[in-house]
């Protein structure tokens, strides 16, 4: 059973930064693209930052140059370095693993964790 738990989430300022760490389980993580993914009130939910197997990173235009995205294989853990942050980065954040089981991709979600940013 593939479990995701997300940690570092909580209130910050405008301009402050924060770090999400999400620790895997269950799975071969290495093998697993990973990605972070964030849900506000009222809006649907919308990837942030991706990264692959071999360490390719993608991130939404939203976010390029203030977030990072990194992995530990030797920790099962995926990272989100997030700076300059501003009150419209406020939601939910999840962690996502794209799991491939032959010729289909499961994906496994955590359970979010709150980031705010204060005006």
């Known amino acids: 059973q593939v479990q995701l738990v997300e940690s570092g989430g909580g209130l910050v300022q405008s301009g402050g930064s924060l770090r999400l760490s999400c620790a895997a389980s269950?799975?071969?993580?290495?093998?697993?693209?990973m990605g972070w993914y964030r849900q506000a009130p009222g809006k649907q939910r919308e990837l942030v930052a991706g990264i692959t197997s071999d360490g390719t990173t993608n991130y939404a235009d939203s976010v390029k140059g203030r977030f990072t995205i990194s992995r530990d294989n030797a920790k099962n853990t995926v990272y989100l370095q997030m700076n300059s942050l501003k009150p419209d980065d406020t939601a939910v954040y999840y962690c996502n693993a794209a799991v491939r089981r032959g010729f289909s991709i499961n994906n496994y979600w955590g359970q979010g964790t709150q980031v705010t940013v204060s005006s």
């Open positions: 269950g799975t071969r993580f290495s093998a697993n693209a």
